[in-house]
């Protein structure tokens, strides 16, 4: 017999990546894929704990599923490891979880519940070695692939739970890494995003390569140099970066490897030094905003994306004007922004002088417009250009696509054909404050 499942991920691109391989395990061992979780004998739940009243939010939506079909409900991921045991008293219909690094035993676990040999199963080990032994095992490529090379962190941001749930770092090994991105390249990947927690820190064995390095250990900038010799790759990008660990060589290395996107991911989190130091980000304002500068004159086209987070404990309005002025100086492409929210078991979130709901929605209105100022300016500078588009998805009108340039724009186009998983040579005609509108010129 045949069981179906449902799986909802959270969260960030390294969960969407766990997510996927879930997927392509649970299919290749005779699990089928079912959109309805009403529908589903096992209802999956891959979370994120980076947010404020996680463990709530899924109580309430487990509670929201009343189906008869339903025999398992499993969550995993960072929930998962954060709750540990606690889960199941704070959710009694959950009887499977699961951490990050143990997703590739699933289909031994599933099957024990559905054929009653177990009433209730917890694994929250860290197997990571055999976790990624599984990735090359796909069910589908799509043009643009994600592979995962990195995971964890040593930082422990005091507003993280990173280092707690995902753990400390790991890097892949570069022959595995490798091995992986000619897998995906054979079965029709394009674009390559080589992903984790803190991908500039990554630090792989290297012992039996001798391309382009003979360390044992390779840097990021070693590794994006030997992929870039595969044959059948058109874009390759990496994230998420830390601002400390960037180096010169890393930059330079953009202009060494054409297919590398001139456009990186570089968080900062806040423009002051204060609030900086009580992130434990380590590193100034002036030290962040240098290494920008030095990268704008080592590659003249680079340009740059960050995360902020207003209202951290202890934020005066000083500190906010501080955020701003580093905005106005930085001059992002694209920018990603959060109110601060509690997360549990960290530093942050026993910090006295936390910071009003109200201020922190006024700070972030005035964050977010600050931002959208530079948004619009390189919006605007397209019209006119002719770019090349990944075509991602489809739009919310008819016959039309949505897509991404080199630097993360959305392009909205026009096709009476499907370009899905296309890239396609555009002339850019106008733009608003979140998009460009183009043209297809073939």
Same mark, same amino acid.
């Given at each position: ?13 390294? &969960? ?7 997927e392509d395990i649970l299919v290749l061992n005779g699990f089928i894929k079912e959109n309805n979780p009403l529908n589903a004998d096992i ?5 994120? &704990? ?76 860290? +197997?990571?070695?055999?976790? @990624?032994?599984?990735? /090359? ?16 962190? =040593? ?7 990173? *280092? ?5 770092? +790991? ?15 054979? &079965? ?58 960037? #180096? ?24 002051? =030094? ?29 340009? @740059? ?38 997360? *549990? ?28 100022? =530079?948004?619009? +300016? ?35 186009? /026009? ?10 040579? #555009? ?9 460009? @509108? ?5």
């Amino acid at each position: 017999m045949s069981y179906s499942f449902y799986i909802k991920v959270y969260g960030c691109q390294m &969960n969407d990546y766990d997510g996927q391989r879930i997927e392509d395990i649970l299919v290749l061992n005779g699990f089928i894929k079912e959109n309805n979780p009403l529908n589903a004998d096992i209802v999956i739940f891959y979370t994120c &704990n980076i947010r404020e009243k996680a463990v709530h939010k899924l109580e309430s939506t487990i509670g929201m599923i009343k189906s008869n079909k339903t025999k398992v409900i499993a969550v995993g991921g960072c929930v998962a490891q954060a709750e540990k045991d606690n889960i199941f008293k704070r959710i009694p219909r959950v009887n499977l979880s699961f951490g990050p690094s143990t997703y590739h035993k699933l289909p031994e676990y599933l099957n024990d519940l559905l054929h009653g040999k177990k009433k209730r199963i917890i694994d929250l080990n860290n +197997y990571r070695l055999e976790k @990624f032994d599984i990735s /090359n095992k796909r069910k589908e490529v799509t043009t643009s692939a994600y592979v995962a090379i990195q995971e964890g962190c =040593d930082n422990f941001c005091t507003y993280c739970v990173v *280092p707690y749930t995902r753990g400390r770092e +790991y890097s892949r090994p570069v022959i595995d890494v490798i091995n992986e991105v000619k897998y995906l390249v054979a &079965n029709g990947a394009k674009e390559i995003v080589l992903g984790g927690q803190n991908v500039n820190s990554y630090h792989g064995e290297a012992p039996y390569i001798t391309i382009g390095s003979n360390r044992k250990t390779w840097r990021i900038e070693e590794l994006i140099k030997a992929i870039s010799t595969i044959d059948g790759i058109k874009r390759l990008r990496y994230l998420t970066s830390h601002p400390k660990d960037f #180096t010169v060589e890393l930059m330079k290395v953009h202009n060494e490897v054409p297919m590398l996107v001139p456009f990186v991911h570089i968080p900062v989190q806040s423009g002051s =030094d204060k609030i900086l130091k009580l992130m434990n980000r380590n590193h100034t304002a002036r030290e962040y905003l240098d290494k920008l500068k030095l990268f704008r004159d080592i590659c003249p086209d680079i340009q @740059f994306s960050s995360d902020f987070i207003v209202g951290f404990p202890g934020e005066t309005e000083e500190d906010f004007n501080d955020t701003l002025k580093l905005v106005e100086e930085a001059k992002y492409t694209l920018s990603f922004y959060f109110k601060y929210s509690v997360r *549990p078991n960290t530093p942050a979130a026993k910090m006295t002088n936390q910071i009003d709901e109200k201020i922190k929605e006024e700070r972030l209105a005035k964050l977010i417009k600050a931002l959208l100022k =530079d948004q619009v +300016y390189y919006n605007n500078e397209l019209v006119g250009t002719t770019q090349e588009i990944l075509i991602t998805k489809k739009g919310k009108r008819k016959n039309q696509y949505i897509g991404k340039n080199v630097y993360m724009q959305s392009v909205i186009i /026009n096709s009476n054909e499907n370009i899905i998983d296309q890239f396609k040579t #555009t002339l850019i005609e106008s733009a608003s404050e979140n998009c460009v @509108f183009g043209k297809l010129l073939d």
